[in-house]
């Protein structure tokens, strides 16, 4: 089982960076494919990125793609999301969450082991 915590999040102005964190707890982490999602009142919960548990494959939403560059550092049990040209439209509550695949990650939500509390970015226009 792996344990998972954001951090991170913050208010920043449209075309600015945030960098998130998510850190792991547990011995299994470097098993896992990791994925980012997202979450705005009332609307459901979106798909973000997602990264291998090797790191070589990487996947991201059209909305973000060119923006977003998902990373991790299994030596220090952590994923990143480094966010760059923020929107407005980016606002939201962003959760990590922990799949067996990164085809999990990118198409299974309810089959996901695991999901982090989550860290709210606000992107002001």
């Known amino acids: 089982q792996v344990h998972l915590a954001e951090s991170g999040g913050g208010l920043v102005q449209a075309g600015g960076s945030l960098r998130l964190s998510c850190a792991a707890s547990?011995?299994?982490?470097?098993?896992?494919?990791m994925g980012w999602f997202r979450k705005t009142p009332g609307k459901e919960r979106e798909f973000v990125a997602a990264?291998?548990?090797?790191?070589?494959?990487?996947v991201y939403a059209d909305s973000v793609k060119g923006r977003f560059t998902i990373s991790r550092d299994n030596a220090k049990n952590t994923v990143y999301l480094q966010m760059n040209s923020l929107k407005p439209e980016d606002t939201a509550v962003y959760y990590c969450?922990?799949?067996?695949?990164?085809?999990?990650?990118?198409?299974?939500?309810?089959?996901?082991?695991?999901w982090g509390q989550g860290t709210l970015v606000t992107v002001s226009s």
């Open positions: 969450a922990a799949g067996r695949t990164i085809v999990v990650v990118t198409t299974m939500e309810d089959a996901l082991d695991a």
């Open positions: 547990g011995r299994t982490f470097s098993t896992y494919a």
């Open positions: 990264i291998s548990w090797s790191g070589g494959n990487t």
